[in-house]
């Protein structure tokens, strides 16, 4: 047993999809989340830059003693994982293999598709974590650039002309392609996931990244006999940020379906 939190953090907002995944799973962790919002986004960054951002946002967490990191940012964990994870003793799991592994289970005709930031769909690391998996499969993939901020902006409506016209013009190969299982590649997606399942059709299964990962997580602290004791009391929760909090308890208490405010502070780690 260990009660000492799980860090987790982001470029900005999109991790804390992540986060009310893991509260799912695992109601009585306590957790540390950092949102990097005065340096967001992170996937049209250099692979330097990411690397360097990276490293200054897991060395803010270790320094809270937590017993694992999640680097729960599609970007980050594309790019810059294996620099991170070789630089901890503690457990680090990154948002790929999970959801790749769940696609993999669940395509029937072999076609798998991607969507994330740019950054992301440049550093095929999804593609890769699939064909290790079944190089037999077919992956598309595609950047989505725009969907952060209309999930930030609260353009997630099934029923939003304009959210379904970005959408469909950036799922249109995907769809000629005739994938049958799409992962969503970004932490932001899943607030999407009402107008890209428009979009896509009721035959495609949609793989939400956070929401694997948190499986993943919660599976392997139980195998490593590191879950928080105590059962299912509620875990404490800190909130960082790198920039203005008012704007970040507004859209977290949105992405989180709970109210956060009083509950973040902000933070220099630069």
Excluded: W
Aim: proline share 4%.
């Amino acid at each position: 047993m260990d009660s000492r939190a799980i860090g987790v953090f982001d470029s900005g907002l999109g991790g804390l999809t992540t986060v009310k995944k893991l509260l799912e799973c695992l109601p009585g962790e306590n957790i540390v989340y950092l949102g990097d919002t005065g340096r967001v986004p992170y996937g049209s960054r250099s692979k330097e830059t990411i690397i360097k951002y990276a490293g200054q946002d897991a060395e803010f967490l270790a320094g809270f003693d937590i017993k694992a990191m999640v680097v729960a940012c599609n970007t980050v964990c594309s790019v810059a994982y294996d620099a991170l994870a070789a630089n901890y003793e503690i457990p680090v799991y990154e948002v790929v293999s999970a959801p790749a592994k769940a696609a993999v289970e669940k395509t029937k005709n072999g076609r798998v598709g991607v969507i994330g930031t740019a950054a992301t769909i440049r550093s095929n690391a999804y593609r890769a974590a699939i064909l290790k998996l079944r190089p037999d499969l077919q992956v598309c993939s595609t950047p989505c650039p725009l969907f952060v901020p209309m999930a930030e902006n609260g353009r997630t409506d099934s029923a939003d002309i304009a959210a379904l016209t970005i959408a469909g013009d950036y799922l249109y190969e995907l769809r000629k392609a005739n994938v049958d299982t799409l992962i969503l590649g970004c932490t932001h997606y899943p607030l999407l996931r009402g107008v890209i399942a428009k979009v896509m059709g009721p035959e495609v299964a949609l793989v939400d990244s956070g929401a694997e990962t948190a499986k993943m997580v919660a599976d392997d602290l139980l195998k490593r006999d590191m879950l928080c004791p105590g059962g299912t009391a509620a875990g404490a929760i800190k909130y960082f940020v790198t920039d203005n909090i008012d704007g970040f308890s507004a859209l977290a208490s949105r992405f989180l379906a709970s109210e956060v405010s009083g509950m973040v502070e902000q933070v220099e780690i630069e």
